[in-house]
């Protein structure tokens, strides 16, 4: 049986959604060692995204995956931008990781 929740699915399958309304081609990563749950790029950037749904948007239940990856943007072993989407009642929060954590991505209403 999948580790993967069907919220958790839901929350890939909406984040695949969203990059392709913003002209991204998408990659779903699978496996139970992978990093990114997503890969996606257009013409100018490539994206690695971990999807996670949590009770709360605080950063902390993804303590394991910051921690991992930023070793990763550290060594500079990822091309691209790293980011987290937090998935939460309130909606999303997204997380660029970078070599010492993660900090929040203010997002523009639109």
């Given at each position: 049986m999948s580790s993967e929740t069907k919220t958790r699915r839901c929350a890939i399958w909406s984040a695949i959604g969203e990059l392709s309304r913003r002209g991204y081609?998408?990659?779903r990563c699978c496996g139970k060692?992978?990093?990114?749950?997503?890969?996606?790029?257009?013409?100018?950037h490539v994206?690695?995204?971990?999807?996670?749904?949590?009770?709360?948007?605080?950063?902390?239940?993804?303590?394991?995956e910051v921690r991992r990856t930023s070793a990763l943007v550290l060594d500079q072993i990822v091309p691209g931008k790293t980011?987290?989407?937090?998935?939460?009642?309130?909606g999303r929060s997204r997380y660029d990781i970078l070599p010492g954590g993660a900090i929040f991505i203010r997002e523009g209403r639109s």
């Open positions: 081609l998408t990659g060692d992978r990093i990114f749950d997503i890969i996606a790029w257009n013409r100018d994206l690695g995204l971990i999807i996670r749904t949590a009770r709360t948007s605080d950063i902390r239940t993804c303590h394991d980011e987290i989407w937090l998935y939460h009642p309130g």
